[in-house]
């Protein structure tokens, strides 16, 4: 006994089964005890053979020995497990809980699934009676004691049976691995039909999803999620080369594009980021966000308004950047109808100070971030950004050293005014939803697809040397009705359209139009890149006479003229209707250019 002690030891010693945590034990636990048992038993029937040819050691020792450690050391921690975990009440439904579990139902027979189920366990946080999947192959199969019930369009069926006094199904967790945007929409639509709101996990590699109260907490489905197209992912490994170790500037840093764009460019590396905004707070915001994050010493951040001249000037001038990307505008179109100096100061005069600036210093590509409500406008937004277009197309045309590259946005969902954060308010205060016209339709994309939309303009500018003056715009599918986005939003919130929540419908607001284009007639699409952008031709303008009306209205501003200022802007802007527009052209047949 005393040998076999000292074998033990060593055994034990060498593969330390006892740092394992018997709360979390495993199977990789449980060979390392194996192994340590193996070990012990082997030195002992070795060393006894040497010493008395084991004489005295019958043939079945050595194997019940194994067994009775191996069972007893496995069997000990697996109980404790067990009963820390729960594990030997009855499964399903029949469990007891407690009143702060979730009751919730998995779509989907996956890791995932399991993975849930296991977490579950060990945090408390939720009660699982029943699985889905859509795989034959599941059906009557368990998994950690949870029964598969049947596929999502039994839906009904199974929370019928599932459903009793003090056990109510609330939420459906989508378990489903890499579910397309389609399958959410069918798993959305049949889950809020059945009263059931809808869950995804986060994933578990993105550290920003990761929580201290629990790391599987599902996250609701983001309206994102629900694009009826794929999002566009362009490799920016070229664009990463062309950032890294050089001086980039950003104005209108403190937006939600300019701002996302700044995180971007901040983890590609270049040499310095100078971040720029008119908004001391926003500013001041993401400087904090990105010294802890990213770029530290590298980052510089000034407030500046693009319309004041020698500042716009002495800053170009002092930091030398090499790429400059101009996200500074006022873009609330029923807004700006009532302040239009306004836009035509921070729109137009202020993108031609930071254009000219741009120049004088020899900055080497400057990219232009518009909108597709320039494309026959109807606001005064949509005109002077169409005016800050013609000058950069303008001067990209006549410059020998700066290219001008200008991007063309639909509407980002998500961004800071947009319709998204107005229908989760009204959402959220029990409605209605408000939507100017049952009709109107537009084009959306995500905020990571717009700003890699800009990154890859600044790439394709620097690489390609003809193509002057040309507009980049992404390709962004069909067009999406306000009113189906509105209904999506609120069965993302699990309730029932035009049953717990109402939608209205207002009418168009000044400067609105019903649909919105990609392209003007004589902006012939030319061009289009593997990574899913459109390239078109550009709309010319005399560099002199464009010239001279800014300078004139120029003048006009600084004396508040805004009628002036107006009719001066209609010389840029000829096709400016500043009546609603009302097109009768389907937005497919639109797209058909593209």
């Known amino acids: 006994m005393l040998g076999f002690a000292i074998a ?6 060498i593969f330390k089964p006892y740092r394992g945590s018997w709360r979390y034990v495993s199977i990789p636990d449980l060979i390392t005890i194996a192994k340590a048992a193996l070990l012990a038993v082997v030195i002992f029937t070795v060393g006894s053979f040497l010493l008395t040819r084991g004489e005295h050691l019958p043939r079945s020792v050595p194997i019940l020995t194994f067994i009775y450690i191996v069972a007893l050391f496995c069997s000990s921690r697996l109980i404790y497990r067990l009963l820390v975990e729960g594990s030997f009440q009855l499964p399903g439904i029949l469990s007891p809980r407690s009143a702060s579990q979730r009751i919730v139902i998995l779509c ?25 999947d859509d795989t034959e192959r599941a059906f009557g199969r368990t998994m950690r004691g949870v029964p598969v019930l049947g596929k999502l369009d039994n839906l009904p069926d199974v929370l019928a049976r599932i459903n009793r006094p003090g056990v109510e199904v609330r939420e459906l967790v989508v378990t489903e691995e890499n579910p397309s945007r389609q399958r959410l929409s069918q798993i959305l639509e049949i889950a809020n039909d059945n009263g059931l709101k809808v869950s995804l996990l986060p994933d578990v590699m993105a550290v920003s999803e990761v929580t201290s109260n629990f790391l599987l ?43 996302e764009l700044s995180r971007q460019i901040a983890a590609i590396g270049p040499s310095m980021l100078a971040v720029t905004d008119s908004s001391e707070f926003m500013l001041y915001t993401l400087e904090s966000e990105l010294k802890h994050k990213c770029v530290g010493e590298k980052l510089v951040a000034r407030i500046l308004d693009v319309r004041d001249q020698p500042r716009v000037i002495q800053l170009i001038r002092d930091l030398k950047p090499d790429v400059i990307f101009h996200a500074a505008a006022l873009k609330h179109v029923p807004m ?64 020998t050293t700066t290219r001008f590259r200008t991007v063309r946005f639909g509407n980002v969902l998500g961004s800071n005014g947009s319709v998204v954060p107005r229908f989760r308010e009204q959402i959220a205060a029990g409605g209605p939803v408000t939507v100017t016209h049952p009709e109107i339709v537009r084009f959306f994309m995500t905020i990571p ?29 069909n067009p999406v009705r306000i009113a189906d986005l509105a209904e999506r939003m609120i069965r993302l919130a699990g309730f029932r359209p035009r049953v717990d929540i109402d939608i209205v419908y207002t009418g168009l607001r000044p400067g609105e139009k019903l649909y919105e284009e990609l392209f003007d007639a004589s902006e012939l699409p030319d061009e289009r890149t593997e990574e899913g952008y459109v390239i078109a031709s550009p709309r010319v303008i005399d560099r002199e006479l464009l010239d001279r ?46």
Request: proline share 4%.
């Open 449 to 477: 697809e717009a700003v890699r939309l800009v990154l890859h303009a600044s790439a394709h500018a620097m690489v390609t040397g003809n193509g002057r003056g040309k507009i980049m715009v992404l390709d962004m599918g």
């Open 8 to 13: 033990a030891f060593a055994a034990f010693m």
């Open 336 to 399: 700006m109808e009532e302040n239009p100096l306004e836009a035509i100061k921070t729109n137009v005069l202020g993108t031609r100070n930071v254009a000219d600036a741009a120049l004088a210093q020899g900055v080497e590509t400057f990219v232009m971030i518009s909108t597709d409500k320039v494309v026959n406008p109807t606001s005064i937004m949509g005109a002077t950004k169409r005016a800050a277009e013609a000058y950069c197309q303008a001067l990209d045309i006549q410059s």
């Open 108 to 132: 989907g027979y996956t890791d995932k699934a399991e993975n849930f189920l296991r977490a579950a366990k060990l945090g408390g946080n939720f009660a699982v009676p029943g699985i889905l």
């Open 549 to 594: 009306t800014l300078t004139e209205i120029s003048v006009c501003s600084e004396h508040e003229d805004a009628t002036g200022a107006l009719e001066l802007l209609w010389h840029i802007v000829p096709e400016y209707n500043d009546g609603p527009r009302q097109q009768t052209t389907a937005p497919s047949e639109n797209l058909a250019q593209v």
């Open 217 to 259: 907490d599902p996250k609701p489905i983001e309206i994102e999620d629900l694009l009826e197209r794929p999002e566009v992912k362009a490799d920016l490994e070229q664009v990463a080369e062309l950032i890294r170790d050089r001086v980039v500037m950003v104005t209108g840093a403190g937006g939600s594009i300019g701002s």
